[in-house]
């Protein structure tokens, strides 16, 4: 079976600037859930979608945002770029029941310059 | 607050070695363990999956133990092959409220193993 889908594999965008991360989940996994890589920080969760609703949010500013369709697929949305936001942005798809485990994404390497 | 803490942060072995990667958690309430492999500049690749009532897992040359009244788990790796360098990555997940689609991540062990 096909895996997470995320796209595109690498952006580099500018400062103030605005990007979309999309991730496609495993077919009939209705739970995506979004983290940020850094090396000074390791991985840090962003939000979690279940059925177009989020149901978890992590510790970032509100310039981190994100939404779910109706056929899981989930986009993230991050505004005002900074140079701090540089990093690899993973999603994980599951079946949302909390004991399935989680499948990641290669992730999306963005470079804000 | 829930943390997830590997030793060692790295590790350097020679090929055909057994070797041993820990995990500790400080909520011992925990839903499932999964251990997780990451290659350079890549995503997460799952290893293994520990639910809160099993005490161990295996695939292949891998074994994950897991242990909730120390908080501890362990990853098992026999005849390590260059093949196996990564960094390995532990993961905590909870039930509900705060905790919903959440793992929290150990800062991982970068392991090489050298021919």
């Known amino acids: 079976k096909a895996g997470v889908t995320q796209t595109p594999r690498y952006l580099i965008k500018t400062r103030g600037q605005q990007v979309t991360l999309s991730c496609s989940p495993i077919?009939?996994?209705?739970?995506v859930s979004w983290y940020q890589q850094t090396p000074g920080q390791g991985l840090q969760f962003l939000f979690e979608y279940f059925s177009e609703t989020q149901r978890n949010k992590g510790n970032f500013p509100g310039r981190f945002s994100g939404r779910q369709f109706s056929n899981s697929r989930s986009e993230m949305n991050v505004s005002t770029l900074e140079l701090g936001d540089s990093a690899l942005y993973l999603c994980?798809?599951?079946?949302?029941?909390?004991?399935?485990?989680?499948?990641f994404g290669s992730g999306t390497r963005l470079t804000v310059v | 607050k829930q943390e997830v803490t590997q030793i060692p942060a790295a590790l350097s072995v020679p090929e055909g070695e057994n070797l041993v990667l820990n995990c500790s958690f400080t909520d011992s309430a925990i839903y499932n363990l999964q251990w997780f492999r990451q290659d350079p500049g890549k995503g997460l690749t799952s290893l293994l999956l520990?639910?809160?009532?099993?005490r161990e897992q295996t695939s292949g040359r891998l074994n994950a133990s897991l242990d909730k009244s120390s908080g501890r788990s362990t990853l098992y790796i026999a005849a390590s092959q260059p093949g196996d360098s990564a960094t390995y990555l532990c993961?905590?997940?909870?039930?509900?409220?705060?905790?919903?689609?959440?793992?929290?991540f150990g800062q991982g062990t970068i392991l090489t193993v050298h021919p």
């Open positions: 520990i639910q809160s009532s099993q």
């Open positions: 994980a798809s599951s079946l949302g029941l909390g004991s399935d485990g989680y499948t």
């Open positions: 993961a905590d997940s909870h039930a509900g409220g705060t905790s919903y689609g959440k793992l929290t």
């Open positions: 077919s009939g996994h209705r739970s």
